[in-house]
């Protein structure tokens, strides 16, 4: 903010040299305010991402270990179900078959409230896949937003390179190399 402040007082004052350097300290500083503006942003982002993952997992070993107590209920049910059926078979008495078809209806309600349960289940894990490729999604865009300004960075710092050579030539005292070199940021 210092520096747009700076620039914006070397502009007023209508200096060739000053104002061509004005604009250049203006254009590094505006630079400099949006990647510190979108580094801001991807510190906040990550928090954001790493928690939406987090309860993603939770939720995928929720549904996997409903997925083993189904199974276990279903071998289970049709365990009962066998017995049922070969225990009609084999007497005729009705005192057998009675209590069977009692424990037979009681799983097959549970067998039905964990079906529900794991559909449910499946319905919050397809919300959180969808929310987290939005999120991936996002994240990518800002990568590639970054990747620009990085590239329209050095685009300014060889302006700026050629300017002060544009300015040497015309100043020959040397005042035009009175600032330091700017490397191009890194990879």
């Known amino acids: 903010m210092l520096e747009l402040m700076k620039g914006a007082d070397r502009a007023e004052r209508g200096d060739i040299r ?5 604009s250049i300290d203006f254009l590094r500083s505006q630079l400099s305010c949006s990647l510190c503006l979108i580094n801001i942003m991807m510190l906040l982002l990550c928090p954001a ?10 939720q995928i070993k929720n549904l996997e270990a409903m997925k083993r107590q189904v199974k276990g209920l279903q071998s289970e049910y049709e365990r009962v179900t066998n017995k049922s059926e070969s225990g009609k078979n084999a007497s ?12 037979v209806e009681q799983w097959k309600l549970k067998v039905d409230k964990l079906i529900r349960e794991k559909c449910e289940q499946q319905a919050l894990l397809e919300a959180a896949d969808k929310s987290k490729a939005g999120a991936e999604a ?3 865009a800002m990568l590639s937003q970054i990747k620009g300004f990085d590239k329209e960075y050095d685009r300014v710092l060889d302006e700026n390179k ?7 030539q015309v100043d020959p005292n040397g005042l035009g190399s009175s600032t330091q070199p700017i490397n191009k940021k890194d990879d």
Do not use: C, H, W, Y
């Open 138 to 140: 996002k994240v990518e």
């Open 49 to 58: 991402l790493a928690d939406e993952k987090k309860s993603l997992d939770f």
């Open 162 to 168: 050629k300017l002060q050579l544009r300015l040497s």
């Open 92 to 103: 005729s008495g009705a005192s057998t078959i009675d209590p069977m078809k009692s424990e």
């Open 18 to 22: 000053v104002d061509l350097m004005g």
